[in-house]
């Protein structure tokens, strides 16, 4: 059986696109009555928007990472590597929570990203190929 990859950037918008269908089940919306157009392309720009901010997110985490030489950085660790500020840095986190709700921060998925980069001595990217938890 051969394992499944996928780019971080891509599972982060389909996360995202997941993310804001339960959103509108959630807020009422009847499931069995099919989108609009501008609906669909209002979901699918959210979507991408959402993702790309969290893939980015993950990004930057796993630089960090790699440039302190560290295993796990703390919320204030990494606004002070990437010279965001504290609340800005949570604002970013509200993206990343949204695609990954069972992580409070990106440390683990960083360091699956750093994990393969290092393996394929390519550059941390989010269009790097990945196992990626489901």
Same mark, same amino acid.
């Not at 499944?4 to 997941?18: E, F, K, M, P």
């Given at each position: 059986?051969?394992t499944?990859?996928?780019?971080?950037?891509?599972?982060? @918008?389909?996360?995202?696109?997941?993310a !804001?269908?339960?959103?509108?089940?959630?807020? %009422?919306?009847?499931? !069995?009555?099919?989108a *609009?157009?501008?609906?669909?392309? =209002?979901?699918?720009?959210?979507s991408?928007r959402? %993702?790309?901010?969290?893939?980015?997110?993950?990004?930057?985490?796993a630089?960090a990472l790699?440039?302190?030489?560290?295993?796990?950085?703390?919320?204030?660790?990494? %606004?002070? #590597?990437?010279?965001?500020s504290i609340?800005?840095? #949570?604002?970013?986190? $509200?993206?990343?929570r =949204?695609?990954?709700?069972? #992580?409070?921060?990106? *440390?683990?998925?960083?360091? @699956? $990203?750093?994990?393969?980069? =290092?393996?394929?001595?390519?550059?941390?990217s989010?269009q790097l190929?990945?196992?990626?938890?489901?």
């Open positions: 059986m051969k499944r990859t996928d780019t971080l950037l891509a599972q982060c @918008i389909l996360r995202a696109a997941r !804001h269908v339960e959103d509108e089940l959630v807020a %009422g919306r009847d499931p !069995h009555i099919t *609009n157009r501008r609906e669909l392309l =209002r979901a699918s720009w959210k991408t959402v %993702g790309a901010n969290a893939a980015s997110l993950t990004i930057e985490w630089l790699d440039g302190l030489n560290a295993d796990d950085l703390s919320i204030a660790a990494f %606004g002070d #590597y990437s010279s965001d609340r800005t840095v #949570y604002r970013r986190l $509200v993206d990343f =949204r695609c990954w709700p069972e #992580y409070e921060t990106p *440390n683990e998925l960083a360091r @699956i $990203v750093l994990a393969e980069s =290092r393996l394929r001595k390519s550059r941390i989010p190929e990945l196992v990626l938890p489901a």
